[in-house]
């Protein structure tokens, strides 16, 4: 489904576009409030491109037209207070600075997303549930495997019994053992591991709490008692998660 936010949009479009498409995008999204000043002949010269690859742009990512896409971007800039930030995958021909800003802007803006979408009332069960914890496992598989461990040193300090595993036997074993008064915190990029799955399933059957830090409507989502979802859009075939390692991250900040 198209977003009515234009910069959203170009986000989610921007590996579809063309190249000259893409310097329509990148202009946009670095000067968005002086778009709305510029008429199509104004905008192609500025970005350096021709008149209908503007309005293939703006078609690109659900406008009718050029004037569409206007009136929708200025309703964005019109109705938040905060900056937006461009989501969008790295090029082989990109600069230093142009690399230095896609990392940070698609971070922040996955940070924003979270911490918008998050659903506090989740939240704060699963809080309420670590608190009481006799014993809390944290469980992660690759990058989230990082997140693990980064989330059993931050609990130890705060004096909780808290163990990270990521190796999928001793998860089974380590699950076979819990009870009602312990709690797993299962954390994935994608939430359809499977070894990841069996042993939430497992800790689950012997009565333990399952707070899951995943995508939603996911099958570890659906086993979890409390689902905080975090959905990055990132290629996890060809690259290490990033933004999602980040937002699981501070997600765990806000737990503890």
Same mark, same amino acid.
């Given at each position: 489904?198209?977003s009515s936010d234009p910069i959203i949009e170009v986000?989610?479009?921007?590996?579809?576009?063309?190249?000259?498409?893409?310097?329509?995008?990148?202009?946009?999204?670095?000067?968005?409030?002086?778009?709305?000043?510029?008429?199509?002949?104004?905008?192609?010269?500025?970005?350096?491109?021709?008149?209908?690859?503007?309005?293939?742009?703006?078609?690109?990512?659900?406008?009718?037209?050029?004037?569409?896409?206007?009136?929708?971007? %200025?309703?964005?800039?019109?109705?938040?207070? *905060?900056?937006?930030?461009?989501?969008? $995958?790295?090029? =082989? /021909? !990109?600069?230093?600075?142009?690399?230095?800003?896609?990392?940070?802007?698609?971070?922040?803006?996955?940070?924003?997303?979270?911490?918008?979408?998050?659903?506090?009332?989740?939240?704060?069960?699963?809080?309420?549930?670590?608190?009481?914890?006799?014993r809390i496992e944290f469980f992660g598989f690759g990058?989230?495997?990082?997140?693990?461990?980064?989330?059993?040193?931050?609990?130890?300090?705060?004096?909780?019994? %808290?163990?990270?595993?990521?190796?999928?036997? *001793?998860?089974?074993?380590?699950?076979? $053992?819990?009870? =009602? /008064? !312990?709690?797993?915190?299962?954390?994935?990029?994608?939430?359809?591991?499977?070894?990841?799955?069996?042993?939430?399933?497992?800790?689950?059957?012997?009565?333990?709490?399952?707070?899951?830090?995943?995508?939603?409507?996911?099958?570890?989502?659906?086993?979890?008692?409390?689902?905080?979802?975090?959905?990055?859009?990132?290629?996890?075939?060809?690259?290490?998660?990033?933004?999602?390692?980040?937002?699981?991250?501070?997600?765990?900040?806000?737990?503890?």
């Amino acid at each position: 489904m198209l977003s009515s936010d234009p910069i959203i949009e170009v986000g989610r479009q921007y590996d579809s576009l063309r190249r000259s498409e893409k310097k329509v995008a990148d202009w946009v999204l670095s000067e968005p409030a002086t778009c709305i000043s510029l008429n199509i002949g104004q905008l192609a010269k500025q970005v350096g491109v021709s008149e209908p690859t503007v309005m293939r742009f703006c078609k690109a990512i659900g406008c009718k037209g050029f004037q569409d896409f206007k009136l929708k971007l %200025a309703r964005t800039l019109g109705a938040v207070s *905060i900056p937006r930030f461009a989501s969008m $995958t790295l090029d =082989r /021909d !990109d600069s230093t600075e142009s690399l230095k800003n896609k990392v940070f802007d698609s971070t922040i803006q996955e940070l924003i997303q979270v911490r918008d979408r998050i659903n506090i009332v989740g939240l704060q069960s699963a809080i309420d549930v670590l608190c009481d914890a006799r014993r809390i496992e944290f469980f992660g598989f690759g990058a989230s495997a990082a997140v693990a461990r980064d989330a059993r040193h931050k609990f130890i300090r705060l004096k909780s019994t %808290a163990v990270s595993c990521a190796d999928p036997h *001793i998860q089974l074993i380590s699950a076979s $053992t819990m009870s =009602r /008064d !312990d709690v797993v915190v299962a954390i994935s990029q994608t939430g359809r591991s499977k070894d990841l799955i069996h042993s939430v399933k497992l800790a689950r059957e012997h009565g333990a709490s399952i707070v899951g830090i995943c995508p939603d409507h996911t099958p570890l989502a659906e086993y979890s008692d409390f689902s905080l979802a975090i959905a990055a859009e990132e290629n996890t075939e060809l690259f290490t998660p990033l933004t999602s390692r980040i937002a699981h991250l501070v997600v765990i900040d806000v737990l503890a």
